[in-house]
T-cell receptor
Framework: SQTIHQWPATLVQPVGSPLSLECTVEGTSNPNLYWYRQAAGRGLQLLFYSVGIGQISSEVPQNLSASRPQDRQFILSSKKLLLSDSGFYLC????????????FGSGTRLTVV | GDSVTQMEGPVTLSEEAFLTINCTYTATGYPSLFWYVQYPGEGLQLLLKATKADDKGSNKGFEATYRKETTSFHLEKGSVQVSDSAVYFCALGGAQGGSEKLVFGKGMKLTVNP
């Protein structure tokens, strides 16, 4: 199984509050993991990816950070949320290498108020 | 850099109508191409893929052919159903830094009415 677990499913947070979204995966070890954000009318934007424990690559400068403390755990964080952080956050893995595409989690809907 | 351009819609069709969603890409090298579908409130699911020129991906009645000469990967279905109502994303993938990175189009919302 290449199942991806994301939680929470929905989250409403005030501006300036911290954020922690967790993604855990099942299946083969040492997966490549990704965080995407889907904002209204803007499609999917790659935020971070990781090829191993402690290895994080950031795609865009922003208010968010990511960490990979364990092989199958990928965490998205913020110290102080902005209104512009609202969106649908998706965790993904690349189970079959190049040409295999991604498997996505069910996502977290974040609304910053 | 690599990019994907697709029809954005939204598009509304009647059941049993023919569907085409255009997708073109710009990339260096020879990317893999994908179509993903997102049903309301859910994550993305891989619909079909093609990894080299002239490959045809197919699934659930949907088809797309990798056309290198026109840099396109248009999605088609001969007869859509209400259950096909969703957002469709075209994507290209290529190896980079030990990982496959996907670049997505903006997505197209399809509504099929009975």
């Amino acid at each position: 199984s290449q199942t991806i677990h994301q939680w929470p499913a929905t989250l409403v947070q005030p501006v300036g509050s911290p954020l922690s979204l967790e993604c855990t995966v099942e299946g083969t070890s040492n997966p490549n993991l990704y965080w995407y954000r889907q904002a209204a009318g803007r499609g999917l934007q790659l935020l971070f990816y990781s090829v191993g424990i402690g290895q994080i690559s950031s795609e865009v400068p922003q208010n968010l950070s990511a960490s990979r403390p364990q092989d199958r755990q990928f965490i998205l964080s913020s110290k102080k949320l902005l209104l512009s952080d609202s969106g649908f956050y998706l965790c993904a893995r690349n189970p079959m290498g190049v040409g295999g595409g991604y498997t996505f989690g069910s996502g977290t809907r974040l609304t910053v108020v | 850099g690599d990019s994907v351009t697709q029809m954005e819609g939204p598009v509304t069709l009647s059941e049993e109508a023919f569907l085409t969603i255009n997708c073109t890409y710009t990339a260096t090298g020879y990317p893999s191409l994908f179509w993903y579908v997102q049903y309301p409130g859910e994550g993305l699911q891989l619909l079909l893929k093609a990894t080299k020129a002239d490959d045809k991906g197919s699934n659930k009645g949907f088809e797309a052919t990798y056309r290198k000469e026109t840099t396109s990967f248009h999605l088609e279905k001969g007869s859509v159903q209400v259950s096909d109502s969703a957002v469709y994303f075209c994507a290209l993938g290529g190896a980079q830094g030990g990982s496959e990175k996907l670049v997505f189009g903006k997505g197209m919302k399809l509504t099929v009415n009975p």
